[in-house]
């Protein structure tokens, strides 16, 4: 009995230690959903420009050097000293200032390398809205879609602007591989390049053009292709995936290979006793489409033709084979494909 309750303390205790972890793993989720990151930013441009009717420079008046200025606190109490009077304290303004800055200035900030001038561009008569087109219908200031380099590039190229790397940037130059570019950059650049993903540093196309790609893999086969995926592997990710070959590979480059090399499936019995192996990857079989690669075969390219009371719509296996399925590529479903 002793050893019992033993036992039964022992699993207790483990019971109560497994709750006591998900407890804090919970508390923990539950903090950082609510209190800890970076919170929602209670502050919206389209109240501001829509409803409100003002002007970018109304808040964001430029600096001695033409550059636009984040708000200050007393900025903003020029309009909210009045507006927040009736509001609890944690609606007001106030809230989203720490002293005279505003607490998220740094939403707007660009990286210390970038070289990026308002007032060249304001002088070229470009408005504000030409960068910032979303802030008509923008309710949080973390929603902002940050401008992307090749939304500045195809500006610049536009409007025949110098467009090097060292217009824009301090850092960043054309004969260095960006700090991503590591050691295991040739393993990952393939899944990043065919990801879709639109942020600046998965944008191939803005240093790189389609035939790098063609010219490296000339030379350099991927990763995955090793003799077991030139066997054997290659044509079930075809089967599953055309399009992903299709990055490199054109229609041709195929026939071109099988013509020398049948695929390793292809043995003397392949597809008897009815034969519709083709079909399997050639479909639909017609005019020579079989010859490709069976040229040895040429009465595939014979067939008799229809006597003259054959219509289309007949069914050939009524008569022919009496209902059994026809020694054909195709079952015999269409006749026509090769009885003309």
Request: aromatic letters at 4%.
């Amino acid at each position: 009995m002793a050893l019992l309750a033993s036992l039964g303390r022992a699993r207790s205790s483990k019971w109560v230690a497994a709750a006591a972890v998900l407890a804090t793993m919970t508390g923990c989720v539950l903090y950082d959903a609510f209190l800890g990151g970076e919170k929602r930013f209670a502050f919206g441009h389209r109240e501001h420009v829509v409803e409100q009717g003002l002007a970018c420079e109304d808040c964001h008046a430029p600096d001695d050097a033409g550059e636009p200025k984040v708000p200050t606190l007393a900025q903003c109490n020029l309009c909210h000293a009045e507006l927040d009077a009736s509001k609890p304290l944690e609606r007001r303004i106030d809230m989203l200032f720490e002293g005279q800055k505003m607490r998220l200035s740094h939403a707007s900030a660009l990286p210390d390398e970038v070289r990026f001038a308002h007032a060249s561009h304001a002088a070229q008569g470009l408005e504000c809205t030409a960068c910032h087109a979303d802030l008509e219908s923008n309710d949080d200031v973390l929603d902002i879609a940050p401008q992307r380099m090749r939304d500045c590039t195809s500006c610049h190229s536009e409007r025949k602007a110098a467009n090097e790397c060292s217009t824009c940037h301090t850092l960043l130059r054309e004969d260095v591989a960006p700090g991503s570019h590591g050691k295991l950059w040739l393993r990952q650049h393939g899944p990043v390049a065919c990801s879709g993903s639109d942020r600046t540093m998965d944008d191939c196309q803005a240093c790189h053009q389609e035939s790098d790609c063609t010219t490296c893999h000339l030379t350099q086969a991927p990763e995955s292709h090793t003799d077991y995926w030139r066997h054997r592997a290659h044509g079930i990710v075809a089967a599953l995936d055309r399009a992903s070959c299709a990055t490199c590979h054109r229609d041709d480059s195929c026939v071109r290979c099988h013509g020398e090399s049948r695929p390793i499936s292809h043995t003397g019995n392949w597809g008897a006793p009815l034969d519709r192996h083709c079909v399997g990857c050639h479909f639909p079989v017609e005019n020579e489409g079989c010859v490709v690669c069976h040229e040895g075969t040429p009465s595939h390219a014979l067939a008799t033709p229809k006597p003259p009371d054959h219509t289309p719509g007949m069914n050939c296996r009524m008569c022919h084979g009496a209902g059994q399925p026809l020694p054909h590529v195709d079952n015999g479903d269409n006749c026509n494909i090769c009885h003309l």
